[in-house]
């Protein structure tokens, strides 16, 4: 008798086997990389207590947590948005360095204009760069269908260059010899949040999100998303207009891409520097995979990567290597997209009798 | 009309964010100074402690075998320990691939390094520095030290007079170069201590042969085993021999082992990547600099606002590739080191000219330290500087 599986789709997911999955999952992973830290002379189980309780157990880890999670988070959000509508947007990195550079352009040649209608313009620079820099992939993919996915992926180089440009040149900061501005000048950091130091822009990204997640559910624009996702040809019959929801949705992203990068830089780093997406437009891909396009899981599951890059810094100081402490991140990514898989199908086991 | 609709809700979303937050910062700032203030007053009274027992943080922005700039400062740190008799395996905290980029980790990482009772941090590329500056406010006991420019009254800045190795080196190739005026340079990226090298390297050049010109080419990136690869390989199509170099990659040695040409390592001992083309490297030696920090740190004398900017032996060439370099030309570089240590000969010394035909510093005088760190200018001999 040969044992057999056979896979089924799985009708309905729920939230409750999707977390558990994804947990699973996760513990399978440390269990994985678990092996390989023994076999580099440390404990597994002190490595991951002390790492586990450091990141999400601590204050300090905790506060750290959410500020490295906020560009992640915004950009995550803009990337979901085109892939629901089955646009690749791959570029959330330049226009989150597009961003930044409207926003950097703004605190510097704007009129000084502090406190809230100043953060508020700052935003709306930056959110204006990144939309502006979606644009222009936007148009070509909604009039001559030009592959999206490469311009937006082509267009992160130049948007790079351009702000390492600044960055070394004109925004320089006098006498230094990094590619870094000046600080932000005070009355445009985004407050702390009431004596816990974590930046507000943990509200933005939140508040972000929830209105993401009433636009899908609950009016025309998300309605029309969804339809264009499914099959375009359905929409173009029910009267749909795909070439603006294409540049909508594109710029929307390429929008909160740019936010992403304002929230970092007026609330976080204070400073425009080289190089500065740091590689959140790419990881946001990732979070958004994850998250399963939702606006509400993306918090969550921001929150939790930023917790897991910054745990790096715990597991390294132990005397781990850098390259375990990078090897846990992409084994535990690598195990939860795999576990998507389980998520969707369910193994039946068929009994098959040998003739 | 969607538009309208978004930018509102953009503005509905500062609102909350400023409805929830609350004036916390400049108290916070208040807080700090008071802190900052008590602290320099405590500076003289702290307690010595045996320098063996030190706990020591290093943030470095790459892996310490990347063959550049990292290993070169790890080794450095490595060789202070030992000489101190700190023991590496315990008291150094190394983190590596800390992007500078990323204040969160940043954070996160001196947090780390002090609860596990570090008393010196160690920034080990340039981007840390106004991080580190925010945080010994918040640990005013811990030591900051960060490799860059005087900026931070409570940080102990470092750099290293690398124009000297530098000079040593173009000084090296014009000596060897007996039957051309030409010389290469690979460069990585247009910044100031990038052309602090170059033209250190054309003045050594120019130093040894009054006719030389230094050809340079970029690469445009810290780090590209390709287009540094490229950029020698052209050079050398040009019919230069003997070149310098201000990259991290093996590619340009390899790339002139390949083609008979020469060329001087950078950052660190490149002799071992390309044995029969490396005449010597330039490398930096931070060990006597980081001795020092120790030292003061443990005996609690240490000022947190000095500032070094060492030359001799810590910017100096490795040794010579006996096979290559012949014993008379090294016993010339080696005078030529000591003049530059004695005073006599000074790298940026008048009258020199930039390549627009410019005075940069007047017959008699010498360049001021804050000109050479951030140096804006070729020097005339320099071809194929950005404008």
Not at chain 1, 52 to 75: E, H, N, Q, W, Y
Not at chain 1, 280 to 309: C, D, E, H, R
Not at chain 2, 343 to 348: M, Q
Request: net charge negative; with cysteine; glycine share 8%.
């Amino acid at each position: 008798m040969k044992i057999k599986f056979r896979k089924e789709r799985r009708e309905k997911q729920t939230i409750i086997r999707t977390i558990l999955t994804s947990l699973l999952f996760t513990v399978l992973a440390l269990a994985a990389c678990g092996i390989i830290i023994a076999a580099s002379g440390f404990n597994p189980i002190e490595v991951y207590t002390k790492m586990i309780s450091k990141v999400f157990f601590t204050g300090r880890g905790i506060r750290k947590m959410l500020d490295a999670s906020l560009p992640l988070m915004l950009c995550s959000l803009g990337v979901a948005l085109t892939f629901k509508m089955n646009l690749n947007n791959i570029g959330a990195e330049g226009q989150y360095a597009m961003g930044v550079i409207f926003g950097g352009a703004f605190a510097m040649y704007g009129p000084r204009i502090d406190g809230f209608a100043g953060i508020l313009m700052l935003a709306v620079c930056c959110f204006a760069g990144g939309a502006l820099w979606a644009l222009l992939c936007a148009i070509p993919r909604a009039l001559w269908d030009v592959n999206e996915s490469i311009t937006t992926l082509m267009l992160n180089y130049i948007a790079l260059i351009i702000l390492s440009y600044l960055c070394l040149g004109p925004w320089k900061a006098a006498g230094q010899n990094v590619g870094q501005t000046e600080k932000l000048r005070a009355g445009l950091e985004l407050p702390a949040l009431g004596g816990a130091k974590v930046s507000s822009g943990i509200v933005i990204g939140v508040v972000a999100a929830l209105i993401i997640y009433m636009i899908y559910k609950s009016t025309t624009l998300g309605y029309q998303m969804s339809v264009v996702r499914y099959s375009q040809g359905a929409a173009r019959f029910a009267g749909i207009n795909i070439k603006r929801n294409i540049i909508l949705a594109l710029v929307i992203s390429g929008g909160l891409a740019g936010l992403a990068g304002c929230l970092q830089y007026a609330g976080v780093s204070q400073r425009i520097m080289e190089g500065m997406p740091n590689n959140a437009g790419y990881t946001a891909i990732v979070i958004a995979y994850l998250s399963k396009l939702n606006p509400l899981a993306i918090i969550i599951v921001s929150i939790l990567f930023a917790g897991l890059q910054n745990s790096s810094a715990t597991v390294q100081v132990m005397g781990v290597p850098t390259q375990i402490a990078t090897m846990i991140q992409g084994t535990i990514m690598l195990f939860v997209i795999a576990g998507d898989y389980f998520q969707r199908y369910r193994l039946i086991r068929v009994k098959e009798v040998e003739s | 009309m969607k538009k309208k609709v978004i930018s509102v809700l953009v503005a509905a979303t500062m609102v909350v964010s400023l409805f929830t937050a609350c004036g916390s910062t400049s108290k916070d700032s208040a807080a700090a100074d008071k802190t900052k203030t008590e602290d320099t007053a405590e500076a003289s009274d702290k307690e010595a402690k045996d320098v063996s027992d030190l706990v020591i943080g290093e943030i470095e922005y790459a892996v310490v075998e990347d063959g550049g700039w990292a290993q070169a400062m790890h080794e450095s740190m490595l060789a202070a320990c030992k000489n101190l008799g700190i023991d590496t395996e315990k008291n150094l905290l190394t983190a590596e691939e800390i992007a500078e980029e990323d204040p969160s980790l940043i954070e996160s990482t001196i947090e780390e390094m002090v609860d596990n009772g570090a008393d010196i941090i160690f920034g080990c590329s340039t981007g840390y520095g106004a991080v580190l500056a925010e945080m010994q406010e918040e640990y005013p006991d811990v030591v900051f030290a960060q490799y860059e420019n005087d900026i931070y009254e409570n940080v102990v800045e470092f750099q290293i007079r690398g124009y000297e190795g530098e000079f040593l080196a173009g000084y090296l190739s014009a000596l060897m170069n007996t039957e051309s005026n030409q010389f290469g340079f690979c460069a990585s990226m247009d910044e100031a201590s990038v052309r602090t090298a170059l033209n250190s390297y054309a003045l050594g050049a120019k130093y040894g042969n009054p006719d030389a010109t230094v050809q340079v080419l970029w690469a445009d990136s810290w780090y590209d085993l390709d287009v540094e690869g490229q950029n020698a390989k052209t050079l050398i199509d040009n019919g230069i021999k003997y070149m310098g170099m201000e990259a991290s990659s093996p590619a340009v040695p390899q790339t002139c082992e390949q083609n008979g040409a020469f060329c001087i390592g950078y950052n660190i001992n490149m002799q071992p990547s390309a044995p029969k083309a490396v005449l010597t490297s330039f490398t930096w030696n931070f060990a006597p600099i980081f001795e020092e920090i120790m030292q003061q740190t443990a005996d609690g004398t240490i000022k947190i606002d000095t500032d070094y900017y060492e030359g001799g032996d810590c910017a100096k060439l490795a040794d010579f590739n006996a096979d290559l370099v012949p014993a008379d030309v090294q016993a010339k570089v080696n005078e030529l080191k000591d003049k530059i240590a004695s005073g006599e000969v000074s790298v940026y010394a008048g009258e020199l000219k930039d390549d627009q035909g410019n005075v940069l510093v007047e017959e008699g005088q010498v360049m001021s330290d804050e000109d050479i760190l951030a140096q804006d200018f070729f020097v005339s001999n320099v071809t194929g500087g950005k404008k």
